[in-house]
């Protein structure tokens, strides 16, 4: 298993247990209860709960192509984009302070996704 694999398996299963189930299958009053939002937002935030796991499927694939011997190049801009920007939108607008577990969650993924992109070949080398 390789550090980049890891990256990969740690923000599916955080992500997809903490953020997409959530919105995707909690009642609207538990959605707008968590979120701050009055239940007209729940539409929304079921929106986002698909989006989350459409990317979700996109580091699944970038596990599959470790797994092929392919470094996932595409995968890591898609990652460092929505983890990169969702950070610097947290971080730009103070929000970071409100969301703290979270803005400290995707900043390290960005930040494992850089470090994998400037060293591919030590984030592929297996770690035992």
Known sequence: ???LALVFIFKILVTGLLVGVPF???PASRVSAST????????????????????LIGYGYGYWLLGQGTFPWGI???GLLSNGGGAAVLFA????RRSKLI???IT????????AALAPDLAV???W
Do not use: K, N
């Open 1 to 3: 298993m390789s550090f």
């Open 24 to 26: 995707l299958f909690l």
């Open 36 to 55: 701050g939002y009055g239940e007209a937002a729940a539409p929304l935030f079921r929106l986002y709960g698909v989006a989350i796991f459409a990317l």
């Open 76 to 78: 890591i801009a898609m």
């Open 93 to 96: 607008t103070g929000a970071w």
């Open 103 to 105: 803005a400290y969650f």
């Open 108 to 115: 390290a993924v960005a930040v494992a996704l850089a470090v």
């Open 125 to 127: 080398t297996p770690l």
